[in-house]
């Protein structure tokens, strides 16, 4: 298994234009979150989903969108960057158990840098 | 106030020390992850616990529903063990998988 995968790794943007950072992952879990890591702060919620075509805000969603069509993918989309949009993102993933505890599986990362 | 307190927010040990990192929360959990996170960025999941103790390896994680308060341990610590450790809990007021992260602890250990 691939795991959790993210493109790109790296990715510099002007101020207004738009992106897409694509997360995938091959191991049927349910749920799927992105997150964005800034120096200072825990990891904070953007968007997330329970399952192909349902998602939900987090914490910090403006200026993000999220779809769900598969149960594999969960892409981020920028709709017009700005420079607070500068951080490292990850894509995380986990199976829902009865329990309610699920661990947490994550990308490599993505570092994006507005400029 | 964050929900996720850690501490301490920096470490530094000598090889071959034991090594407590502490976090508390403030909220009712359902589950509380120790993750780790190294230079490079990757992020992996260490344990998730929602009672009493588990261990793996040269690490050690316990945790106390009552005190709202849970210990992550490195026993003979190695400067492989140099990364930043970040405490999550999920709060059962919560729908999803929806995790509350601290701030990390970074921990460097010199050999």
């Known amino acids: 298994n691939a795991g959790v995968t993210q493109t790109p790794k790296f990715q510099v943007l ?14 049927n879990h349910e749920y ?4 964005r890591q800034d120096p200072g702060m825990g990891l904070r919620l953007i968007h997330y989903s ?19 069509s598969t149960t594999e993918d969960f892409p981020l989309r920028l709709l017009s960057a700005a420079p607070s949009q500068t951080s490292v993102y990850f894509c995380a993933s986990s199976y829902g158990g009865a ?12 570092r994006l840098t507005v400029t | 106030k964050n929900e996720v307190e850690q501490s301490p927010q920096n470490l530094t040990a000598q090889e071959g ?36 103790k588990k261990k793996h390896g040269r690490l050690i994680a316990t945790i106390n529903i009552q005190e709202k308060h849970s ?8 400067p492989r063990d140099s990364a930043v450790y970040i405490c999550a809990v999920r709060s059962w007021e919560t729908s999803g998988s929806r995790l509350t992260f601290g701030e990390g602890t970074q921990l460097t250990v010199n050999p």
């Open chain 1, 14 to 27: 002007k101020t207004g234009q738009s992106m897409t950072l694509q997360c995938a992952q091959d191991m």
């Open chain 2, 71 to 78: 210990s992550l341990h490195i026993t003979a610590s190695h």
């Open chain 1, 50 to 68: 329970v399952g192909a075509g349902i998602t939900d805000q987090g914490e910090v969603p403006n200026g993000y969108n999220v779809s769900r």
């Open chain 2, 17 to 52: 020390e034991f090594i407590t990192i502490n976090c508390s929360y403030s909220v009712g959990i359902s589950a509380l992850h120790w993750l780790q996170q190294h230079p490079g960025g990757g992020i992996v999941s260490l344990f998730m616990l929602s009672s009493g």
């Open chain 1, 32 to 35: 799927m979150s992105w997150y």
């Open chain 1, 99 to 110: 329990s309610g505890g699920y661990e947490q599986y994550f990308g490599p990362g993505t």
